[in-house]
């Protein structure tokens, strides 16, 4: 007998479990699956959408670019668009129309009290991510940092040979001494547990010596060198090379950095507050309160720089949705699962023996008018396409929901729908849990009364809110003095990251001849309200959006000039003129991520330690999917949440889909 699945939430994690599942060749005699999302439209805190009212521009939550070491993310994509049905009317069609790679990353400095760009170029090559392979073991990591800070250390320094002078006392350049380090540690045996005492004890003390020896060097060598040493006295000294890198995860990453030798030079530099700009790490969106687990954030680096494939980072060729949402739904539905839209959860009930889940309480927050499914997509550009709306003309409510312009996504909605059970036995046999965590205290009161380690779970991986801007400009990126490459971070608070994302202007149809020239998206952390209120505040989420709007145009007051200079007014050189924007200010998009859902998942100390994984909810027919979901990333990302899918689906399964870096 078929095994009737209830997906909740569209996010990434629920289609990678869903896709995996359907992955096989027999599935439709074992499954029957259905996908319950509220609203209109999948993707969670990856959803965007096509404002028809303004260009068919593309909107987001935030800024989305993937990383080259996704493997699993685009194994997923990559088969999703083999399997789509040709269709020469979209232009984008293979993954490699999708994803662009992107390798110039910039970090902005302050300096002497004026913001100074800081380039990085990655080398880019011929892999491709999600072509599979092992990931490195943290001895092999070390021995690529090493590698890797010498050779950053020898360039520069034989650039400066005869400039800098002696020191007082004889002492070896860092990089020679870096040398002796790399040599020493591929020297040794590739498993560290054969390794003596005594080898360790001297590369620790080859590794104090480089650290010394910096002082000689140029800043901004010193600041890179130096992080790349502590991270590997830290990866000896605490045992990570031998015990993994949960083994450091009760401390904060900053302080750990400090302990190994990091002084404020290093900890408070613009590359060490990128990594942390980049997942929103400040509790409770506070600047001030800086909060990652030194062995998550260690291994995240690591991963990131020497594991990616291609390219550093790729950018998505449309908006999330498009790319990544849209392909998902329409190679799912044409594989056979149905999707329920308009169907917000409201409670998950446990069953008496407090074993399994029983019910499922819903809301319908919309009828379809016809007995035919929900048709969610439109064509902008040739390009399938979630509207930033719903479509209301399919809906028997749809003219009241336009008249009250209501929003179906929102924790504080007004609206009610008709209620709906579905029960287990009858409606479903397992259920795969694919809402953030954020939202799962008030979702799952039963199950966190019923097992302590999903309550555990639940209260101890915080989580942040979230917020962004999208500015269309009259002027070209070259009138706007705007930098070479796009993506950049660890600029001025709250808004720390932004990006060139004008290559997307094709994408969007504005009328007429006068279009837009230059498009920048900006993103960052979003402080907490004083209150959060409950439900029944409706009026919250206006408040809380003209706060972020309020912010905006202080942060621009001050903070365009530097990145932007042919953006910025004739008598006030730091601030915005808003006569170059497209439009008015007010009609630019702007977008606080606030809801429970919605919320970005933290990696806060010692958290990773209460993350459960896919099969481990405590209940027997309760399966997990997110990225707050335990994988070995352990950290807010696409690729996070795509294991946990996976995982989820061998866990029903009980197949063995091969996870890149999956946990044994």
Same mark, same amino acid.
């Given at each position: 007998m078929k095994q009737k699945i209830a997906v909740l939430g569209g996010g990434c994690g629920s289609m990678a479990a869903v896709w995996t599942l359907t992955g096989r060749p027999d599935w439709r005699d074992r499954y029957d699956i259905t996908v319950y999302q509220m609203g209109w439209r999948l993707g969670g805190k990856g959803a965007s959408g096509r404002n028809a009212g303004a260009g068919q521009r593309i909107e987001e939550h935030g800024l989305h670019i993937w990383g080259g070491f996704y493997e699993n993310a685009f194994r997923v994509m990559q088969d999703c668009y083999a399997a789509l049905p040709s269709d020469p009317a979209n232009p984008i069609r293979t993954w490699t129309d999708a994803f662009h790679k992107l390798s110039r990353v910039m970090l902005q400095e302050q300096v002497d009290g004026r913001w100074v760009p800081w380039p990085f170029d990655f080398p880019e090559d011929d892999e491709v991510p999600g072509s599979g392979g092992e990931l490195p073991t943290p001895w092999a990591y070390l021995k690529l940092l090493l590698g890797w800070i010498k050779g950053w250390l020898e360039p520069r320094h034989a650039a400066a040979t005869g400039q800098v002078p002696p020191p007082a006392q004889a002492q070896q350049p860092a990089h020679a001494v870096l040398a002796g380090a790399h040599a020493f540690a591929h020297a040794l045996p590739d498993d560290p547990?054969?390794?003596?005492?005594?080898?360790? /004890?001297?590369?620790?003390?080859?590794?104090? !010596? /480089?650290?010394?020896?910096?002082?000689?060097? &140029?800043?901004?060598?010193?600041?890179?060198?130096?992080?790349?040493?502590?991270?590997?006295?830290?990866?000896? %000294?605490?045992?990570?090379?031998?015990?993994?890198?949960?083994?450091?995860n009760d401390q904060e990453w900053s302080a750990w950095l400090r302990r190994h030798g990091a002084g404020d030079e290093v900890v408070q530099s613009a590359f060490v507050r990128g990594i942390y700009d980049y997942v929103f790490a400040y509790e409770k969106g506070d600047a001030g309160r800086p909060s990652i687990e030194a062995g998550t954030a260690t291994h995240g680096v690591l991963r990131l720089l020497f594991t990616y494939k291609g390219a550093l980072f790729w950018e998505m060729q449309a908006g999330m949705g498009d790319i990544v949402f849209g392909p998902l739904y329409r190679a799912l539905r044409a594989r056979g699962v149905q999707f329920r839209f308009f169907h917000k959860l409201d409670a998950v009930r446990v069953s008496a023996d407090g074993k399994n889940v029983e019910a499922l309480d819903l809301q319908v927050q919309a009828r379809v008018k016809s007995e035919a499914e929900y048709e969610p997509l439109v064509r902008v550009r040739g390009v399938p396409s979630w509207p930033a709306a719903p479509l209301y003309?399919?809906?028997?409510?749809?003219?009241?929901?336009?008249?009250?312009?209501?929003?179906?996504? $929102?924790?504080?909605?007004?609206?009610? *729908?008709?209620?709906?059970?579905?029960?287990?036995?009858?409606?479903?046999?397992?259920?795969?849990?694919?809402?953030?965590?954020? +939202?799962? @205290?008030?979702?799952?009161?039963?199950? !966190?009364? =019923?097992? =302590?380690?999903?309550?555990?779970?639940? &209260?101890?991986?915080?989580?942040?809110?979230?917020?962004?801007?999208?500015?269309?400009?009259?002027?070209? *990126?070259?009138? !706007? *003095?705007?930098?070479? *490459?796009?993506?950049?971070?660890?600029? +001025?608070?709250?808004?720390?990251? #932004? $990006?060139?994302?004008?290559?997307?202007?094709?994408? &969007?149809? #504005?009328? @007429?001849?006068?279009?837009?020239?230059?498009?920048?998206?900006?993103?960052?952390?979003?402080?907490?309200?004083?209150?959060?209120?409950?439900?029944?505040?409706?009026?919250?989420?206006?408040?809380?959006?003209?706060?972020?709007?309020?912010?905006?145009?202080? #942060?621009?007051?001050?903070?365009?000039?530097?990145?932007?200079?042919? =953006?910025?007014?004739?008598?006030?050189?730091? +601030?915005?003129?808003? %006569?170059?924007?497209?439009?008015?200010? =007010?009609?630019?998009?702007?977008?606080?991520?606030?809801?429970?859902?919605?919320?970005?998942?933290?990696?806060?100390?010692?958290?990773?330690?209460?993350?459960?994984?896919?099969? &481990? $909810?405590?209940?027997?027919?309760?399966?997990? %999917?997110?990225? #707050?979901?335990?994988?070995?990333?352990?950290?807010?990302?696409?690729?996070? /949440?795509?294991?946990?899918?996976?995982? %989820?689906?061998? +866990?029903?399964?009980?197949?063995?889909?091969?996870?890149?870096?999956?946990?044994?």
């Open positions: 547990a054969a390794h003596a005492p005594e080898h360790h /004890a001297r590369l620790l003390d080859l590794l104090l !010596l /480089a650290h010394r020896s910096l002082d000689r060097e &140029e800043r901004r060598v010193r600041i890179v060198a130096g992080l790349g040493i502590a991270l590997l006295r830290g990866l000896v %000294a605490d045992g990570v090379v031998l015990h993994g890198f949960e083994r450091i003309d399919q809906l028997v409510e749809g003219d009241e929901l336009r008249r009250q312009d209501v929003n179906l996504e $929102s924790h504080w909605t007004p609206w009610k *729908g008709a209620p709906l059970r579905l029960q287990r036995v009858r409606d479903f046999d397992r259920v795969i849990l694919g809402i953030s965590v954020g +939202a799962l @205290g008030s979702l799952c009161q039963e199950l !966190l009364q =019923a097992h =302590a380690p999903f309550r555990r779970m639940v &209260e101890g991986v915080a989580t942040v809110q979230t917020a962004s801007m999208q500015l269309w400009f009259r002027r070209d *990126g070259a009138a !706007l *003095g705007a930098p070479v *490459g796009r993506a950049t971070t660890a600029y +001025a608070q709250d808004m720390n990251t #932004w $990006s060139d994302m004008s290559f997307l202007l094709p994408r &969007e149809d #504005w009328p @007429g001849v006068d279009q837009p020239r230059f498009l920048a998206y900006f993103c960052g952390q979003f402080p907490d309200a004083a209150v959060i209120p409950p439900p029944a505040d409706t009026g919250f989420p206006a408040r809380e959006q003209q706060r972020h709007v309020e912010a905006c145009v202080q #942060w621009l007051r001050r903070n365009t000039g530097p990145i932007l200079p042919g =953006a910025a007014r004739p008598d006030d050189p730091g +601030a915005l003129d808003e %006569a170059r924007l497209y439009g008015p200010f =007010a009609a630019q998009y702007f977008r606080v991520n606030i809801d429970p859902s919605e919320r970005y998942v933290m990696s806060t100390p010692g958290s990773s330690a209460l993350r459960l994984r896919a099969g &481990e $909810s405590g209940f027997g027919n309760l399966f997990l %999917a997110g990225d #707050w979901v335990k994988t070995s990333i352990n950290a807010g990302c696409v690729e996070a /949440a795509v294991m946990a899918g996976m995982d %989820a689906a061998n +866990a029903i399964s009980g197949a063995n889909v091969p996870i890149i870096g999956g946990l044994t």
